[in-house]
């Protein structure tokens, strides 16, 4: 495990997606990410850490093309896909390679129905109904929740209903890749749970590569390969899933833990240990 470098473990399988030194600006005044770099191998699962306002929306919007819609800039590095440069691409020529995010909150079309949703995924492929019904069968497969609903209006739905929704409109463009942008923000534990494990199969069965932004970060090690810790729009720490979950300083600062093990709010004294990586 190495402390704000570049990762080996990343090295040791061709990366999908790399982002190398990126700096952006919001509004040609505030400075957001400060030389962020991290992989994404090719088949991989990789969870992007760190409390509110580290930069992990940011980072993922840098990667797919959204930063001008918010007035934001790459002023410094680059993002490559498949080997080739990206950062300078429109959202919807990105889509078409294979890179989709699913935002933050969800974002579905309230007024329409939850078919109607999933089919807005599939633009890209224009009017080939035949590889559209694939795709939506395929959905359902993975979501079959989502079939029992396809007819309720969207804003109707559940919160988890939502978020199946959204993912599963990603799906219908045919990704290779998947930014997932905390897709367990305002879900009960046991939705979380349950949705983590469909991302984790569409990993393995279908080989989509994940870059995962997540703040439960408990949930998002369980599940992913590689880690990466963002704190003040930095690369503080990255490491394997595993040796992520039994570093100290993640325990303390991120899961709630330190030595003994958990502890109750009120035993924790006024001063925490220095970060090791500060």
Known sequence: MTVAQASPA???ATPILAVSNVEVIYNHVILVLKGVSLQVPDGGIVALLGANGAGKSTTLKTISCLLRA???????GTVTYRGERVDQLTPNELVRRGVIQVMEGRHCFGHLTVEENLLTGAFIHG??????AEDLEKVYHYFPRLRQRRASQAGY???GE?????IGRALMS??????????SMGLAPQLVEEIFEIVQRLNTEQGVSILLAEQNTNVALKFAHYGYILENGRVVLDGDAAALRENEDVKEFYLGMAGEGRRSFKD????????RWL
């Open 10 to 12: 990343a090295d040791a």
């Open 70 to 76: 918010e007035r934001g800039d790459v002023t410094k």
């Open 127 to 132: 009017n080939n109904r035949r590889q559209t």
């Open 157 to 159: 739905t559940s919160g």
């Open 162 to 166: 939502q978020q199946m929704t959204a």
């Open 174 to 183: 045919r990704p290779r890749t998947i930014l997932l942008d905390e897709p």
């Open 268 to 275: 924790v004294k006024h001063y925490r240990r220095r970060k």
